[in-house]
């Protein structure tokens, strides 16, 4: 998961590709977390009927396997971005890359103080 939405919209500005491998990662995680749960259950079930056999083990390589597909792909996605000079400052809440020659620079505080404040500015009447 992400600290802060600086952390999360920094990521996805620095690098589209990265932020959705790190988003499907995650996703691929949780379905793995949901075999291994599911399939401990129905490990459980087939024990107490007397219907378990010794190839049911082989049933938890599924969920260890997406389990280690997606930190693959989290870890990878991350590598993405550090090529690009990511950097997070937790007390700051502003995220740093380099683009080219330039260093680009993301604060979700400064853009929502920003959209609050045109907000709120009072439009002039159009003569």
């Not at 459980?44 to 597909?69: D, H, K, R």
């Not at 870890?75 to 000079?85: F, L, P, T």
């Not at 620079?105 to 439009?123: A, G, I, L």
Request: proline letters at 3%; a neutral charge; one cysteine or more.
């Amino acid at each position: 998961m992400w600290d802060t939405e600086t952390q999360r919209i920094g990521k996805m500005r620095c690098s589209n590709r990265a932020y959705s491998l790190h988003v499907n990662a995650e996703l691929i995680g949780f379905c793995g977390a949901l075999l291994f749960f599911g399939f401990c259950i129905w490990f459980v079930a087939t024990w107490l009927i007397s219907a378990w056999s010794t190839p049911t083990y082989w049933l938890f390589v599924i969920p260890l396997t997406l389990g280690i597909l997606s930190e693959i792909l989290f870890q990878y996605s991350w590598i993405m971005v550090n090529r690009k000079g990511y950097r997070y400052d937790a007390e700051g809440d502003r995220v740093t890359w380099t683009e080219g020659d330039q260093e680009q620079t993301y604060s979700y505080n400064e853009e929502k103080k920003q959209n609050k404040s045109e907000q709120t500015t009072p439009r002039k009447p159009s003569d």
